[in-house]
């Protein structure tokens, strides 16, 4: 138990320790999935406790940059969770047709992979052209791995499957182009997309989106964290825009669970509750409590 | 109550081995029980339907961020590690595969120690891997109660055999006999009791 107790004081020393030198702010981040992290890093370069790996982060910035492409969240692929893009197609793309113009926000984009086959959904379906798409990240590496557009050509059968069972309409290898062992993205899907900065955590509210994808990321949230996350995307969110999370992420047990409706069947993706309809909503509750009374 | 929660994880095998044990648990069981079994990623609601079906205990997949109840039996959700976190909640990730598994036993095993401690009871059962196995030591190490199914009721026994040559103190108990065991550890004191005796 001893044992415990002092690992847990070392993390939260770790962590304030790189706040305080580098900035980045990993307090609010949920512990499990953190300490997993840190332990696999402790193992893998024979450092043999934490605080012996703080005195490291504070001493060697190349040890911190390691630490922290550790701490971002980089398991992704090109339309993941296929039935999600289905959805996407079917039930927002409607919605979205009659607007003269159609701002995306991609929250913690990591290598890029979502924003790829959020363009190449958006071009089908006609309205690449009047969207601009923001995919924003806090970490610099991986950033740059999502402006390139270059992936291992491993990774394309599984890609292709994905793409064929999220309704496709087109053959997924017009969108990239193969090179020994990496295919680079069409140039063209990059057209309307601005790669960005921004840290959850930290950082504000970013533009009036019409959509929001941020998808596996709050897993490795707190939920007080969550809590600021969730606030940030209503208020980045035009009136009646949707949010839309990873399969198994929910605003059910959060501050904001009324503020959002869900709206497809067995998908997480939500419909901002406009402020008008939530007071129609609170009315219609306090007549309805009135009548039972 | 010595007991706060039961942990179990099964791979191969583990939907007929979670029927015979959930189905003994009766409705007011006062512990949680929380499962990691390897199933399909691509798997639907079909293990939790048929679970309640034949169970009076509830059964249901784990939400992320969701509370832990007592008398309640969750179920990892497919392709998504399960983790506990201090305040007593879940909390999930798609981190890379541990013992090539997601759900990884050996990661629900491990946060599920550091916040139960010697309240937490770990329970291994059939499998053809190793998954668990250093899970289960944790538990052991924290003070936990560890039990792994005996492999000669398992039907695939690799899982429980490995787990038995890292837990040196886990009760090997025949697969009928693991949900009347979890029952009688459910009352505090029989609980007393029975690791009197087998210690």
Known sequence: ?293 | MRYDTIVVGASAGGMQALRIILSTLPADFPMAVIIVLHIQSTSDGFLIDYLNSICEITVKEADEKEKIMPGIVYIAPANYHLQIEEDRTFSLSIDEHVNFSRPSIDVLFETAADVYNEKLIGVVLTGGNRDGSSGLKRIEESGGFTIIQDPETAIADSMPQSAIAQCKTARIVRIEEIGPLLIALSESYKADFICKAVK
Request: hydrophobic residues 35%; glycine residues 4%.
């Open chain 1, 1 to 293: 138990m001893k044992k415990g107790e002092n690992e847990k004081i070392e993390i939260e020393l770790l962590l304030q320790a790189i706040l305080l030198k580098y900035g980045y702010d990993f307090r609010t981040y949920a512990k499990s999935s953190l300490k997993r992290r840190i332990m696999r890093r402790l193992s893998l370069s024979g450092i043999k406790t934490i605080s012996e790996m703080q005195h490291r982060v504070l001493n060697d910035v190349n040890f911190f940059e390691t630490l922290l492409l550790d701490f971002s969240i980089n398991v992704t692929q090109m339309f993941r969770d296929p039935f999600f893009y289905k959805a996407l197609r079917e039930d927002i793309v409607p919605a979205l047709r009659n607007q003269p113009a159609i701002k995306v926000w991609h929250a913690g984009c990591a290598t890029g992979e979502e924003v790829y086959s959020m363009a190449i959904l958006l071009k089908e379906e006609g309205l690449y052209n009047k969207s601009r798409i923001y995919a924003t990240d806090f970490n610099e590496k991986v950033l740059k791995i999502s402006k390139e557009g270059i992936y291992p050509i491993d990774r394309i059968k599984d890609y292709t499957r994905n793409y064929i069972q999220s309704g496709g309409r087109s053959s997924f290898a017009d969108y990239y182009r193969a090179r020994y062992d990496f295919v680079k993205m069409d140039s063209s899907l990059r057209k309307n997309v601005v790669f960005a900065d921004h840290n959850l955590v930290t950082d504000s509210v970013f533009g009036e989106m019409d959509l929001i994808v941020c998808r596996n990321v709050l897993i490795y949230f707190n939920r007080e964290l969550q809590n600021r996350v969730f606030k940030l995307f209503f208020d980045s969110l035009s009136d009646e825009g949707f949010l839309c999370l990873g399969s198994k992420e929910t605003v059910k047990y959060s501050d904001l669970s009324d503020d959002f409706k869900a709206i497809a069947k067995g998908q997480r993706i939500y419909r901002k509750e406009n402020h008008q309809t939530s007071k129609a909503r609170i009315r219609d509750k306090k007549t309805q409590v009135k009548d039972e009374v």
